[in-house]
């Protein structure tokens, strides 16, 4: 199958580069051109022709003893006028006047016989231009015009006018960097997803690169998903294959005169059914089809407290008599009967607290066991971890009852916080939220 030739992801991000910097130079070189030829307004370059052509006329058609005066006479607010004998020393010619130059020539072409010289004032004053006209004797004229938008005026303006389209366009560059770049967002939010235990198939799509990543991406979920479940089938067959023996071993004990013998392998046996169940509850995991129902939190706790009271275990209920929620019933069940469990193995008795917060639920299980040391709290919540130092060593199970709570209260959304008590002992806090976890 033939695919279409693509640029790979740098080279769409230097093409896009390029084109608004070159589209950007010219629109910019346009505007500055633009600027140039219309440096000052016509009216304007009008008024100073006819206001130059008058005083040109005016003052040299006077004898010289009369001119400082008539000079005076045609000054103006905006524009001052003085006559001199003098050549003026020579000036540079600012840039933007060049144009006006040109615009107060083209418009009154009597000016043109004698020299005209227009500059800034100073280089800090960019609204006042000063020049000098040439009379027909070898005199000069000097003016002063005040006002005028010109120096940092018409650079303002030009650096305005370019500014325009290069905001827009690197707000387009911007754009289409964004629509190139898309599909590793999408994959980004997909890796989030799958770390939460979905299954999501990624579009291939976007620049070579990308797609080749997006390619691999779902490779590697496949390789997973088919890893843990073969190993999930292959240990819940040979969980299946171990109860079988068991039962066997049951029944001869039963068939058993020897008590003893019966209560030591019927707490074996249960130990080794407990176990298979803890290593199959955790490796199902995010594979558990289980929906999120409406369930009354509180009495499913106050239950699981009166089931446990009833086995003899010295345990209380402190919460609301109601306390709805939208979670999966059986995980979150299995989840505080651990915590529960965790509580009575390590302690003598067990506290359970339901909070109700808005929005929210916090249960809390605390017992008067002898707490984990705090460099070790993280570590508990890994599968198959047992901290013998802290606790007893005669315990039962694999290590895997707070990590299949850490599994299950993640799924719904929350957290498991572990901390000691100042008054000795193991706080374990469940907070989840009262609505379902959205599912994408």
Same mark, same amino acid.
């Given at each position: 199958?033939?695919?279409? %030739?693509? &640029? ?9 580069? &390029? ?20 440096? !000052? ?27 400082? +005066? ?11 006028? #003085? ?26 072409? $009597? ?21 000098? &006209? ?7 004229? #000097?003016? $002063? +015009? #005040? ?15 370019? @500014?325009?389209?290069? =905001? ?51 490779? +590697?979920?496949? *390789? !997973?998903?088919?890893? +843990?479940?073969?190993?999930? *089938? ?5 969980? #299946? ?11 001869? !004990? ?6 003893? @013998? ?29 929906? %999120? ?21 010295? =345990? ?16 979150? $069940? ?47 919540? $890994? ?14 199970? @694999? ?7 850490? *599994? ?21 806090? !469940? ?7 959205? *599912?994408?």
């Amino acid at each position: 199958m033939l695919t279409r %030739p693509s &640029l790979g992801l740098l080279g769409r991000i230097v093409a896009i580069i &390029l084109l608004t910097v070159t589209i950007e130079f010219a629109a910019s070189t346009l505007l500055y051109e633009r600027a140039g030829e219309f440096s !000052i307004k016509e009216d304007e370059a009008r008024r100073l022709a006819e206001h130059l052509v008058i005083v040109q006329r005016l003052i040299g058609d006077r004898p010289p003893a009369e001119r400082p +005066m008539i000079a005076r006479y045609l000054s103006t607010d905006r524009y001052s006028v #003085h006559w001199q004998r003098e050549v003026p020393g020579p000036r540079p010619l600012a840039a933007e006047l060049g144009n006006m130059r040109d615009q107060v020539v083209e418009w009154e072409p $009597k000016l043109a016989d004698g020299e005209l010289h227009l500059q800034l004032a100073s280089p800090g004053r960019h609204d006042i231009v000063v020049g000098e &006209l040439a009379l027909p004797d070898g005199t000069w004229i #000097h003016f $002063k +015009m #005040h006002g005028l938008v010109t120096g940092w005026g018409l650079q303002l303006n030009r650096i305005i006018l370019a @500014l325009v389209p290069a =905001i827009a366009l690197a707000v387009l560059g911007g754009l289409l960097v964004r629509m190139t770049l898309r599909p590793l967002k999408t994959l980004g939010e997909a890796a989030k997803r799958i770390g939460q235990g979905e299954r999501v198939d990624v579009r291939e799509e976007g620049p070579r690169e990308v797609r080749n990543l997006i390619r691999a991406f779902n490779r +590697m979920q496949d *390789q !997973i998903n088919r890893m +843990m479940t073969d190993r999930t *089938q292959a240990l819940a067959a040979v969980g #299946h294959d171990l109860r079988t023996p068991l039962a066997r071993l049951q029944l001869r !004990i039963d068939g058993s005169s020897d008590r003893d @013998l019966q209560e030591t392998s019927e707490a074996d046996i249960g130990e080794m059914e407990e176990m298979i169940s803890s290593v199959l509850a955790y490796l199902a995991g995010d594979a558990d089809p289980e929906t %999120p129902v409406r369930i009354d939190v509180a009495v499913l706790i106050a239950t699981l407290v009166d089931d446990f009271t009833d086995h003899g275990h010295a =345990i209380s209920y402190q919460g609301p008599d109601h306390l709805e929620a939208t979670l999966r019933a059986n995980g979150f $069940k299995r989840a505080i009967s651990n915590l529960i469990e965790n509580a009575l193995r390590y302690g003598d008795t067990a506290d359970v607290i339901v909070v109700d917060w808005p929005g929210s639920i916090a249960v809390r299980v605390e017992d008067n066991g002898p707490g984990i040391p705090p460099e070790a709290l993280a570590d508990v919540l $890994k599968p198959f971890i047992r901290l013998d130092s802290a606790r007893s060593r005669n315990t039962k199970g @694999l290590g895997l009852g707070l990590a299949v709570v850490s *599994q299950m209260v993640e799924r719904e959304g929350g957290t498991l916080r572990l901390a000691n008590r100042a008054q000795g002992g193991l706080r374990a806090e !469940i907070l989840i939220s009262k609505q379902p976890v959205r *599912q994408q």
